[in-house]
């Protein structure tokens, strides 16, 4: 079964560093997504993308994220200098069309220090 | 504004019992509804998902209700097992007109199967 990957499982980074998160959503799929969950609270969405740019975005996603997909498989998420609250487990996730059913990945867990 | 809802954070049931979780949500115009498991360690996992020209749905030991009246999502397992044991979060769309992955979670609660 296709699945959303994820990359790295865990990140463990000092204040004020620069994260990039990598995902390789599922190939036949157009729209793509972070999420964040907080430990012990509920997912929350950041920002989709589609047609090679961001189509949504939420107040969370400030000027300190940005996505990119740099190929044809890539969608990967960047904090440019992190705070110890954006220590999270960040979801990506994918659809095939604009209706279809969202598939989340595993996640990468963050901690800043 | 939007927001959606658990009425209880944590549910214990026996094995072989039915468990029914329950989520209300406010905006009256939310049209697309999901529910989704999250296992400890794992991201979101789909269940099941419900329109709101609809009133029930059911699937594979899972059934949604939607009661559009006093805006309430339900979901009941059958015969629930052990490795139903995770959290549960139901979801709606929170954009509309933009594409069904933009979605506000609930809280999540925490479904114990006891054998």
């Known amino acids: 079964e296709p699945e959303v990957t994820q990359t790295p499982s865990h990140q463990v980074t000092q204040m004020g560093q620069e994260v990039i998160l990598r995902c390789v959503p599922i190939?036949?799929?157009?729209?793509f997504y972070w999420y964040r969950q907080i430990l012990g609270q509920k997912v929350e969405f950041l920002v989709s993308?589609?047609?090679?740019?961001?189509?949504?975005k939420s107040e969370i996603f400030d000027d300190q994220f940005s996505v990119e997909r740099p190929d044809g498989s890539n969608f990967t998420l960047k904090i440019r200098s992190t705070k110890l609250e954006d220590s999270a487990m960040y979801f990506c996730?994918?659809?095939?069309?604009?209706?279809?059913?969202?598939?989340f990945g595993e996640g990468s867990r963050l901690t800043v220090l | 504004g939007e927001s959606v809802g658990l009425h209880l954070p944590t549910l214990s049931v026996q094995e072989g019992d039915n468990s029914i979780i329950n989520c209300a949500y406010s905006?009256?115009?939310?049209?697309?509804f999901i529910w989704y498991k999250q296992e400890s360690g794992k991201g979101p996992q789909f269940i099941i998902d419900?329109?709101?020209?609809?009133d029930k749905r059911q699937g594979q030991r899972v059934t949604v209700l939607l009661n559009k009246t006093v805006k309430h999502l339900s979901l009941q397992i059958a015969a629930t097992q052990p490795g139903d044991s995770a959290v549960y979060f139901c979801?709606?769309?929170?954009?509309?007109?933009?594409?069904?992955?933009?979605?506000?979670f609930g809280k999540g609660t925490k479904l114990s199967v006891k054998p």
């Open positions: 996730a994918s659809i095939r069309s604009k209706a279809g059913e969202l598939f």
């Open positions: 190939s036949n799929h157009l729209y």
């Open positions: 993308f589609y047609n090679n740019e961001i189509s949504e």
């Open positions: 905006n009256s115009a939310s049209d697309y």
């Open positions: 419900i329109r709101s020209n609809m």
């Open positions: 979801a709606e769309k929170g954009n509309y007109g933009g594409s069904q992955g933009n979605l506000i």
